[in-house]
């Protein structure tokens, strides 16, 4: 599929044209239509859009989890994928969680437990190796889900609404924590989120999406200073525009 | 800064245990304390009723004498013996049971076509009674052990395959996005994701089997006596024979507690895992 689309080196993943459409209720819903967007390596895309504006969707072909109806999408390398519910196995420790994950790619047994650790540290977990998910808090065990998905030595990691069910002190510090990894990994994010300011927060570009069927709209470049504070004047005025455009695609979607 | 440190203090979670463990005993006493209430009252209710004489006392005898009964039966060799008959066959049934409920319950589970054909018959097996299928057991396999076995085995099975069915089909979808997410498919989805999420279900199932599979044994023993085999179920029908009332009841009791003995192992598996698995709350 790389071959049709011509990737140059430089994109972690385009997609093309992009149309999905389920049966629903003897009619078809299309989530998708025409979607365009490609991403460069090492860059962290937003994607915003009200509800029903096909972002998860858009993910989960992404993660090879749903087909699509038309179009095309190419991703270079391994994909991970993070939801907003944390969606640990719940009879596996936070450690047995991420060690899984190494070992479904095959890493072994002495190196899967030293890795582990040294991932859980890595999102400040050390001393909760042994917990299950439903001893840890909402905010753990989203940690523990992002230590999963880098275990999975991913290239690409999509996030669909992952801080979406914390508070918003959590929430704050999760996002220091993910641009921190981000920065030191190198990783490609794409951040699907209805929230604009965390859009804003965290993207180099935020990509508006239109509302049923969803395609990409409107593109902003971020280029605030990073770290970016949720708080600042500069920040509000940008989450401000991209608001006003989605309450204009809610709008225009229902009228 | 502070903020983490607060919601990562690893002492907020360990705080609570050594009070969970501390309350252990309590908790073991509240609930024994209804337990012994109910048998004093069953004892009571009893002896009230035997006092009554309702029924002559070599028909009905008192607590007093069957426990005394029970007491000598417990010496006896030949009462082990039969216990160790009874006990031989649950055991290699009920094993026999879970190997083909386990694996026709993943193949109905994982073949669309034997759902759809028997799917619905595994359900039906379930409410069969078991002594219904006594005659053609006997037909096959004559007065024999295997006639036993084979109703044993039918009416566990079901109840296990049923219960692993179930609980394949109630894995959360999530999960299974999730497991494919991380490169597990096929086989290797059903090791590391689908069996384990389906463990607790499945252990209803196994529970609920060994009901069935202890209930089939009786009636098999009372019905199909095989030669040379004093088993609980042949020396309660010889009771019988004899009008000999006080080892009847004392066999009955015997069964009772075997029954409720398991019952409890069972329940104690069930709350590990649901425990374990974060399904019961209480430590959320």
Redesign the interface.
Known sequence: MSKVLGLSDKHALSVEALSVAFPHDDRLLVALQGATLEVQRGEFVCVVGASGSGKSTLLNVL???ERPTRGRTHVHGH???M?Q?A?L???LTAAGNVE??L???GVKGDQRRRIAQELLGRV??N??EK?????L?G??KQRVALA?ALA?DADVLLMDEPFGALDA??RD?LHEELERLWRQSGLTILFVTHNAREAVRLGDRVLVFTSRPGRVAHEVVVDLPRPRSLDSPELAVIAGRITDRLKHEVRRADG | MA??AA??D?RT?EEIEPRARSTWHVRGWAGLWPKLVAVALALATWQVVVWSGWRPDYVLPGPLPVFHRLYEDLARLDFYSGLAITLRRALFGYAMAVVIGSVVGILVARVALLRKAIGSAILGLQSMPSIAWFPLAILLFQLSEWAIIFVVLLGAAPAIAGGLLSGVDHV?P??V??G?????RGL?LYR??VL??A?PSFVGGLKQGWAFAWRSLMAGELIVIVGQQPSLGQQLQFARDLADAEQLLAIMIVIFVIGVVIDTLFGVLDREIRR????SGA??
């Open positions: 993660a090879g989890l994909v991970a994928l939801f519910e969606a196995l719940p009879w899984l994950a070992e479904l790619r400040h977990l001393g909760f917990r299950r998910p439903h001893e808090s905010g753990m999963r999975q002190i959590t510090l | 903020e983490l919601e990562l690893p979670l959360q999530l999960l996005r999730v494919r997410v991380m490169g597990a290797r590391h994701v384990p999420a463990l374990r698995w974060g399904l430590e959320a």
